[in-house]
């Protein structure tokens, strides 16, 4: 999603169907870069890429603090926020000790490779590309956003989401049929036309950003109307599948879902579907083994609380008990 943000603040749409490909080799790079420095393995050849990848993220945070800013750099996920003038001069302190590493091992040979540093180059590249991987097809093994296993989605809810003193939280949306972004406050329910609004980023007017998505965000639609009350308040066990498009759903996760729902039926727990897909009135969907009740879901919320295209949440009397991708559904 942040590689999102940038490609489009930089008028560069076009590469975003391969952001995600870009975000988990991005990610593994720099986790192979700090293990390959930790280690002194090939410190020449990779005190190289250090120096040019702290020189562009130096650039590209003083451009994101100045000439066309953003709210956070998402150098650090959702585990640690940082301004991006924070990000600048902790890169500009990065920078000096970048060149002094490629300084001090320059005389090296640059391909001079040893048996066992192939061996461990190869070793931190699978590791740190893996474990990317991983977190895509299943789940991030660390969720740092709201919708922990364990929070109570609507206890949460009704905790004030800004504090005495604080300025009001705005989500900002780009309209597909225009391109510009425009504001809303929480209580807008413009945004949740997910035909027309793109969530870009969730922020505050203050001069400490809050771009943690709040968990105030969470709400469900059908035909009749808000149905939030309606889901969260469902005793006992309640199975959330998330479908971001039916159109897209494989046969496999069909399948499971599937299962799903007629195991569901043998415990007497409830089963519905959320979706950002346009339902045009159609409130059942069929996944073979029974017709499941549907609700509309804003795109960046699911995202946000199932962090997977497709799967399910579980619900205990409205909290969360646990989360799958659609691959780990088992029956």
Known sequence: MKINEYLSIYGMEFLLPASMVFSIWLCGAELMMGCMLLFKVRIRLISIFALISMTFFTVLTLLSATVIPVEDCGCFGEALKLSPWKTFFKNLALLPMAFVVWWRYRPDRIFAFKPVEILLTCTFFSLSMYLGYYCYIHLPLLDFLPYKVGVNIREAMQQPSVEPGETETVLVYRDLETGRLREFSLDDTEWQDTVRWEWVDTRT???????????????????????????????????????????????????RMAQLVARAAEEGA????????????????????GEVRCYNIDASTMKTMLRANNGVVELDDGTISAKRNCRDIRP
């Open 205 to 255: 007017t203050s001069d400490t950003p809050a771009i943690r998505p709040l968990i105030g965000e969470f709400a469900v639609r059908d035909a009749g109307g808000d149905a939030t009350e309606e889901i969260l308040t469902v005793p006992g066990r309640l199975y959330l599948l998330c479908v971001t498009s039916f159109d897209r759903l494989s046969r496999g996760c069909a399948r």
């Open 270 to 289: 409830r089963v519905v579907c959320l979706t950002p897909q346009p339902l045009y009135g159609e409130t059942w969907y069929d996944f073979g083994t």
